[in-house]
Each structure stands twice: as structure tokens, then as C-alpha cells.
């Protein structure tokens, strides 16, 4: 993508980017509903939050697509979907209980009600998107977005994910994505918001597809 004043470069992640891509995630992600629902206590939320996105950064390079901004400002990491996981990533369960430690049932009830209603539907998952606080509302977010889209597109690949917060699900509809049923997490969790970007040449427009039952978890 070429840079504009307003449209930032980006290029696809390496290893070299863990440490600032790792921080970028921690921060972006700090505050607000599902953040108080996995770690209620702000000064273990740092710790465990740093853990836990090293293992999540770790496992995008592994294993799907992570994509960056030339000065690391925002990062996005991204799962081919084309058919059910096969299940649980070998050492998966004892490497989020090592990262979350005291919260991990928290994280693993997560996993588990994401990939309860995940689409059964071939697409690519946006598992993660994150641009730093002091960068955020400056369209860094929505371009990394639309150059991956634009990959999409040629492919004919749909695409589904998960918003937070209202804000955020008003940016994916702009994108191109449309809303699904909502979750709400257990134990008084906060609610979800379901969103899927269709085939965008189809003959007609498609409504949100229908979820599995899949067997394993979450792609993290």
C-alpha cells in the first residue's frame, strides 16, 4: 500500500516486531467491557495482559497472517478458515494457563464461546486488530483493514469477526461488515457483536451465514 499523508505503509509482520507488536496489543486492548470481564484487577491486568499477547503474537506468525504499519503503530492478525480446526494447538491449554495464570478460566470460557458460534462457512478470521491509544481514531485501523480486504477480494474470500464495543462494530459496518446475532458472555460478561463481510461480487448480497458446531477452539 502506498503512503499517503492519511493512509499509512503496510507490510507484513516478522519476529523481529514481536516486543513493540506485543505492547501495541497489551495497550490497545487495556481498557474497556471484555478487559474488565477477563482481569478485573487493573494491576494484574498489565502483567497477565503482556503474557497473554506474546502467546497470541507467537501463535499469528505460527500460523496465520499478521500484519503491521511501517513505524508499529497497529498490528492485525488473521486466520485462513477454509474448513473446521482440526482442535486444540499441541501445549495450547498449558501455555494460556502459564500467560493468564489465576484468570485462565476467564480466557478459556472465552475461546470456548467464540468458537461455539464461530461461522462453519469458509472465510478468513480477524482475530485481533489493535492501533496504539495515542494513534487510534486516525483511520491507521481502517487501513490496515482495507489492505487485507483488498486481498480478500481478489479472492473471493469472505471475512468474519468479533467487535467489542459499539464504536468499533460502527467501524466494520463502514467496512463492509454486517451484524449477526450478539453474544453476551457469561457470569455478567459483556455483550459481543458477530460481524461478517460477505463475497463482495456475489450476484446478491448474502445475510450473516449460520455457525458450526466446530470442534476446538478459538484460533489464537
Given at each position: 500500500?502506498?503512503?499517503?499523508?492519511?493512509?499509512?505503509?503496510?507490510?507484513?509482520?516478522?519476529?523481529?516486531?514481536?516486543?513493540?507488536?506485543?505492547?501495541?496489543?497489551?495497550?490497545?486492548?487495556?481498557?474497556?467491557?471484555?478487559?474488565?470481564?477477563?482481569?478485573?484487577?487493573?494491576?494484574?491486568?498489565?502483567?497477565?495482559?503482556?503474557?497473554?499477547?506474546?502467546?497470541?503474537?507467537?501463535?499469528?506468525?505460527?500460523?496465520?497472517?499478521?500484519?503491521t504499519t511501517?513505524?508499529?503503530?497497529?498490528?492485525?492478525?488473521?486466520?485462513?478458515?477454509?474448513?473446521?480446526?482440526?482442535?486444540?494447538?499441541?501445549?495450547?491449554?498449558?501455555?494460556?494457563?502459564?500467560?493468564?495464570?489465576?484468570?485462565?478460566?476467564?480466557?478459556?470460557?472465552?475461546?470456548?464461546?467464540?468458537?461455539?458460534?464461530?461461522?462453519?462457512?469458509?472465510?478468513?478470521?480477524?482475530?485481533?486488530?489493535a492501533?496504539?491509544?495515542?494513534q487510534?481514531?486516525?483511520?491507521?485501523?481502517?487501513?490496515?483493514?482495507?489492505?487485507?480486504?483488498?486481498?480478500?477480494?481478489?479472492?473471493?474470500?469472505?471475512?468474519?469477526?468479533?467487535?467489542?464495543?459499539?464504536?468499533?462494530?460502527?467501524?466494520?459496518?463502514r467496512?463492509?461488515?454486517?451484524?449477526?446475532?450478539?453474544?453476551?458472555?457469561?457470569?455478567?460478561?459483556?455483550?459481543?457483536?458477530?460481524?461478517?463481510?460477505?463475497?463482495?461480487?456475489?450476484?446478491?448480497?448474502?445475510?450473516?451465514?449460520?455457525?458450526?458446531?466446530?470442534?476446538?477452539?478459538?484460533?489464537?
Amino acid at each position: 500500500m502506498t503512503a499517503t499523508s492519511t493512509t499509512p505503509t503496510v507490510r507484513q509482520a516478522t519476529r523481529d516486531d514481536m516486543r513493540p507488536l506485543t505492547s501495541v496489543l497489551a495497550a490497545a486492548f487495556f481498557d474497556g467491557p471484555v478487559a474488565d470481564w477477563l482481569v478485573p484487577d487493573h494491576g494484574d491486568r498489565k502483567a497477565v495482559y503482556h503474557q497473554y499477547f506474546e502467546l497470541v503474537l507467537n501463535h499469528g506468525l505460527d500460523h496465520g497472517r499478521v500484519d503491521t504499519t511501517t513505524d508499529l503503530s497497529a498490528v492485525s492478525i488473521w486466520y485462513p478458515r477454509a474448513e473446521p480446526p482440526l482442535g486444540e494447538s499441541p501445549g495450547y491449554q498449558a501455555a494460556l494457563e502459564a500467560a493468564t495464570e489465576a484468570y485462565a478460566p476467564k480466557f478459556a470460557l472465552l475461546d470456548a464461546v467464540f468458537e461455539a458460534f464461530h461461522p462453519s462457512e469458509p472465510h478468513h478470521y480477524l482475530a485481533y486488530v489493535a492501533v496504539k491509544p495515542e494513534q487510534q481514531s486516525r483511520g491507521v485501523g481502517a487501513a490496515l483493514l482495507t489492505y487485507r480486504h483488498r486481498q480478500l477480494d481478489e479472492l473471493g474470500m469472505p471475512a468474519y469477526l468479533e467487535a467489542s464495543n459499539g464504536r468499533n462494530r460502527e467501524l466494520y459496518v463502514r467496512l463492509g461488515y454486517c451484524a449477526g446475532p450478539p453474544l453476551i458472555l457469561p457470569t455478567s460478561g459483556p455483550t459481543i457483536w458477530r460481524m461478517w463481510r460477505g463475497q463482495p461480487y456475489a450476484a446478491r448480497p448474502s445475510g450473516f451465514p449460520t455457525s458450526g458446531p466446530l470442534p476446538g477452539r478459538r484460533s489464537l
